[in-house]
């Protein structure tokens, strides 16, 4: 059933109602004085959606302004969408697919390439075109530094820092390595307020905030803290953030934090999938990896600006035709040769497409999550004519696995 709503942004004076419908939609109270003079900072001037019926605000989306680095070097903007939710009494009735749309046409009228999120539910958002880019490990760790192979890189020094440096000292660590990895994004000042400054300063007794420092200057840090609840054991460390532009900075915050007095294990949610982890313990045991989750649902909002930013492997020509209901402009068969993309006609042209999919299944490779052949072969893409998907392989090829490693 769709009932009669109207979709438009919302002014600076709805947005503390329209987090408090998300947070009832999510099964929280509203935000106290303080939490909202915290969180509405992640609440950017003209990017929050409502949805009213009669008059009454119903549903709502927001998204702060981001960058993506997408394979090959290049970063684009991005849309980082949060805060989403509808009033219980008016779920299924198109109101988060008319948010949705509105705030797509809006993306793509900023010119943002992008927008990603992290999704309550996985079945949510593929409709909208939105793929699995990036995905992430639980791992626990058991403490113990002398674990580490003496072979295993020992990086340079690692200083903790005092609870009033955190925010500052992080955020510029962060956004002076955040873009090296596909995946990567940038954070905004509301944020680090969000995320980080309430943790620090509010919900944590103490916090272990640690900055690597390497050739170059500091180049890594890790946030922790006693992890709580009953899926930590007794002398845990919840590991929250840890991003390093390289392997010894990975390796000596790691060995740092194994080395805490007191400490059992530490336990990392959505760590890359390809941190060696079990390479740099003597006991590759002592890494359990206890599940896997999904990170970030990105949605190509401009399929030709998309492709023909991020790299390509080595590869002889591959036609891909590209089928997007949502957002139509981007239907069309792309030409990726030589390391670059065009678009070379629509779908029903002269030029017949040798592999296809969805925009949701062209997220799911675009950052390297997804090797093409995984996707033709279950279902996700199709291949009129198969001998180019071993093509398709090698140009969306990635040396690393893509990762974000930014909840928001
Ligand atoms: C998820 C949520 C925003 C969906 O809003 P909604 O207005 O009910 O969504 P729509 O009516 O536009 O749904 C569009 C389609 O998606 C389906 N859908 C939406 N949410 C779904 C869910 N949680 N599970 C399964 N299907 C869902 C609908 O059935 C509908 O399918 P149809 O087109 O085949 O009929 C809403 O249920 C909600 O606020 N949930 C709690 C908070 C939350 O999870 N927010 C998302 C944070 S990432």
Same mark, same amino acid.
């Given at each position: 059933?769709?009932?009669?709503?109207?979709?438009?942004?919302?002014?600076?004076?709805?947005?503390?109602?329209?987090?408090?419908?998300?947070?009832?939609?999510?099964?929280?109270?509203?935000?106290?004085?303080?939490?909202?003079?915290?969180?509405?900072?992640?609440?950017?001037?003209?990017?929050?959606?409502?949805?009213?019926?009669?008059?009454?605000?119903?549903?709502?989306?927001?998204?702060?302004?981001?960058?993506?680095?997408?394979?090959?070097?290049?970063?684009?903007?991005?849309?980082?969408?949060?805060?989403?939710?509808?009033?219980?009494?008016?779920?299924?009735?198109?109101?988060?697919?008319?948010?949705?749309?509105?705030?797509?046409?809006?993306?793509?009228?900023?010119?943002?390439?992008?927008?990603?999120?992290?999704?309550?539910?996985?079945?949510?958002?593929?409709?909208?075109?939105?793929?699995?880019?990036?995905?992430?490990?639980?791992?626990?760790?058991?403490?113990?530094?002398?674990?580490?192979?003496?072979?295993?890189?020992?990086?340079?020094?690692?200083?903790?820092?005092?609870?009033?440096?955190?925010?500052?000292?992080?955020?510029?660590?962060?956004?002076?390595?955040?873009?090296?990895?596909?995946?990567?994004?940038?954070?905004?000042?509301?944020?680090?307020?969000?995320?980080?400054?309430?943790?620090?300063?509010?919900?944590?007794?103490?916090?272990?905030?640690?900055?690597?420092?390497?050739?170059?200057?500091?180049?890594?840090?890790?946030?922790?803290?006693?992890?709580?609840?009953?899926?930590?054991?007794?002398?845990?460390?919840?590991?929250?953030?840890?991003?390093?532009?390289?392997?010894?900075?990975?390796?000596?915050?790691?060995?740092?934090?194994?080395?805490?007095?007191?400490?059992?294990?530490?336990?990392?949610?959505?760590?890359?999938?390809?941190?060696?982890?079990?390479?740099?313990?003597?006991?590759?045991?002592?890494?359990?990896?206890?599940?896997?989750?999904?990170?970030?649902?990105?949605?190509?909002?401009?399929?030709?600006?998309?492709?023909? +930013?991020? &790299?390509?492997?080595?590869?002889?020509?591959? #036609?891909? !035709?590209?089928?997007? *209901?949502? =957002? @139509?402009?981007? %239907?069309?068969?792309?030409?990726? +040769?030589? &390391?670059?993309?065009?678009?070379?006609?629509? #779908?029903? !042209?002269?030029?017949? *497409?040798? =592999? @296809?999919?969805? %925009?949701?299944?062209?997220?799911? +490779?675009?950052?390297?999550?997804?090797?093409?052949?995984? #996707?033709?072969?279950?279902?996700?893409?199709?291949?009129?004519?198969? %001998?180019?998907?071993?093509?398709?392989?090698?140009?969306?090829?990635?040396?690393?696995?893509?990762?974000?490693?930014?909840?928001?």
């Amino acid at each position: 059933m769709t009932v009669a709503h109207v979709v438009e942004p919302l002014g600076s004076d709805e947005l503390r109602a329209a987090h408090t419908l998300f947070s009832a939609a999510i099964h929280r109270g509203p935000a106290d004085d303080a939490g909202w003079a915290r969180t509405s900072q992640l609440y950017s001037p003209g990017r929050t959606f409502g949805a009213r019926v009669d008059g009454a605000l119903v549903g709502t989306a927001t998204s702060f302004p981001s960058e993506l680095a997408v394979p090959g070097g290049a970063s684009l903007p991005m849309g980082a969408v949060t805060r989403v939710g509808v009033r219980a009494d008016h779920t299924r009735r198109g109101i988060l697919t008319a948010l949705m749309r509105a705030q797509l046409a809006d993306a793509a009228e900023r010119g943002e390439p992008f927008t990603s999120l992290r999704a309550s539910e996985a079945r949510i958002y593929g409709r909208f075109g939105y793929g699995l880019a990036t995905r992430g490990r639980t791992v626990r760790v058991r403490a113990d530094a002398t674990l580490l192979r003496p072979e295993a890189p020992r990086g340079g020094t690692v200083r903790l820092l005092a609870r009033d440096e955190i925010v500052p000292v992080l955020r510029d660590v962060h956004a002076r390595i955040a873009l090296r990895r596909p995946g990567g994004i940038t954070r905004t000042d509301g944020w680090w307020s969000m995320a980080v400054a309430r943790r620090v300063e509010v919900e944590r007794a103490h916090v272990l905030a640690a900055v690597h420092t390497g050739p170059d200057g500091d180049d890594g840090f890790a946030i922790a803290y006693r992890g709580e609840g009953p899926e930590f054991p007794e002398r845990a460390l919840e590991l929250f953030d840890l991003h390093a532009a390289d392997l010894p900075a990975t390796a000596a915050l790691w060995r740092f934090l194994l080395g805490v007095d007191l400490v059992e294990s530490v336990q990392g949610n959505l760590r890359p999938l390809d941190e060696p982890l079990e390479l740099l313990l003597s006991d590759p045991r002592a890494c359990a990896v206890r599940g896997h989750e999904d990170e970030t649902w990105l949605r190509i909002v401009d399929v030709p600006a998309a492709l023909a +930013a991020r &790299g390509y492997g080595a590869a002889e020509p591959v #036609l891909l !035709g590209v089928h997007d *209901p949502v =957002l @139509e402009a981007n %239907a069309g068969v792309y030409r990726i +040769a030589d &390391g670059a993309s065009e678009r070379v006609g629509p #779908l029903d !042209g002269p030029v017949r *497409p040798e =592999l @296809e999919c969805t %925009a949701a299944g062209l997220a799911m +490779a675009y950052l390297g999550d997804r090797r093409p052949s995984e #996707l033709v072969a279950t279902g996700w893409w199709s291949a009129p004519d198969p %001998a180019a998907v071993p093509r398709a392989d090698a140009a969306f090829a990635t040396p690393a696995a893509p990762w974000c490693g930014t909840y928001f």
